[in-house]
DNA sequence: GTCACCTTTGACGATTTCTTGACGGCCCCC
DNA sequence: GGGGGCCGTCAAGAAATCGTCAAAGGTGAC
């Protein structure tokens, strides 16, 4: 099922986006404000985000970018304010679509169609193989040989993040930032506990990787 | 480059777009009828349509069903109307997004490159070739007949500095100043320590360098 | 309250990287 | 021809980083 995560601080539009959005066949989650849904994105990993601009803690661009960190979900940005400068902040800062309140719920229904279908169909093979292992980052699973790998939260968003990167080699600061938060610059001992823990998982020899690389001094590199 | 059809039956508007669209950096084609839109498609192959839905031969959504049966590029409508049921039918019937007229040139054109934006990025990181090796500095990876060259921290940032400025001489001030921060003035025996280890690392014979030159008593330059 | 699990923290050799000093060759100027 | 400055090269000590182990908080389930 389409897991879809409505994010508005007006209880009603919240209740109204949830009721509609499950009668037709979505699995909806909800959340309040900005830190809401940026936790509750990284549970429930959803396949499209509504979201409403004016949250009270933070700034609407501040979630986008929270969620573009790790995730290419489509986002749906609601808001009251129609001028064109907030649509394109909004837009260029990783937002698929802008709907100005008040909303026709059949229009937003329809735009919600259109983010899903292209995004469905188009994401081929989400799993990826590392070693012996298989990881499939839509479905938060890991198998080894037949048998499930269990993820711990962290360890999960560290791995999508090198994964969504296949090649490329991600800075210790960035990895912090996307994983930790943009307040942990330094805490190079939590990405070596983890970056160990997650060898110990998928890695054929843990001693000698030959997918999840270290780059010294620099960062940590996903060889595909 | 990135190729749009325009598709508007109002030369005014065609005519506007095209120009805004080039300004930044697309490649435009434009059709003035519903049976143009799908000739031209057909021959240019586009990866985006902007196409209004009041054209003089065919209804809207007839053109929509005919891109859609062979091409997923983003199609982007714009249309006089603004009525929900309009909007719902061409989103249903495979549109990507909808613009009401009159619309507002810049967020049409953040509408435009989010819709490039996800069908995009596909596209690998720019390599530059020095001898035969390929830096590439995105992904922070060097490649020399088929085998992988691993740079240092320092080694990265020194040619980071002069890959940036192709063909230009970057004086030894300039370099201490940018790799080692602003206390390093007279340290000439760092740039001549690193520049050693990347040229053995990089040029095909490090003693008659060709790529990364030495400037003598003022800097180092590189060569394309 | 207890238990299990996850996160955070501290510490230690082993390895890589950076810094530093020294030497000879080359070119230009005197 | 001699001298000084600059560059390339080599080598070795100093410093930083990494992997690993172990254990102390935190949190939620039962």
């Known amino acids: 099922m389409i897991k879809v995560l409505v994010v508005d601080d007006e209880p009603q539009i919240a209740r109204a986006l949830r009721i509609n959005l499950a009668?037709?066949?979505?699995?909806v989650g909800t959340a309040a404000d900005g830190a809401q849904?940026?936790?509750?994105?990284?549970?429930?990993?959803?396949?499209?985000?509504?979201?409403?601009?004016?949250?009270?803690?933070?700034?609407?661009?501040?979630?986008?970018?929270?969620?573009?960190?790790?995730?290419?979900?489509?986002?749906?940005?609601?808001s009251g304010r129609a001028a064109s400068a907030e649509k394109i902040a909004a837009l260029d800062a990783g937002a698929d679509d802008y709907v100005t309140k008040p909303f026709d719920i059949g229009e937003l229904l329809a735009r919600v169609r259109a983010a899903t279908r292209r995004s469905g169909p188009g994401a081929d093979s989400p799993v990826t193989e590392i070693g012996g292992a298989t990881v499939d980052l839509a479905a938060r699973?890991?198998?080894?040989?037949?048998?499930?790998?269990?993820?711990?939260?962290?360890?999960?968003?560290?791995l999508e993040v090198l994964l969504r990167n296949p090649g490329k080699l991600v800075g210790q600061r960035e990895l912090l930032h996307r994983v930790w938060g943009p307040n942990y610059d330094r805490e190079t001992?939590?990405?070596?506990?983890?970056?160990?823990?997650?060898?110990?998982?998928?890695?054929?020899?843990?001693?000698?990787?030959?997918?999840?690389?270290?780059?010294?001094?620099?960062?940590?590199r996903f060889r595909p």
């Open 23 to 27: 009668a037709h066949g979505y699995e």
């Open 37 to 78: 849904a940026l936790r509750a994105a990284a549970a429930i990993v959803p396949d499209l985000v509504v979201l409403d601009l004016g949250l009270p803690d933070m700034d609407g661009t501040e979630v986008i970018a929270g969620l573009r960190g790790w995730t290419k979900a489509p986002i749906l940005v609601l």
């Open 141 to 158: 699973e890991v198998h080894r040989g037949g048998e499930e790998v269990r993820l711990t939260p962290t360890e999960w968003q560290l």
């Open 189 to 220: 001992n939590y990405l070596r506990q983890y970056m160990a823990q997650l060898r110990k998982k998928l890695e054929e020899d843990p001693a000698r990787p030959v997918h999840l690389l270290t780059e010294p001094g620099m960062g940590y």
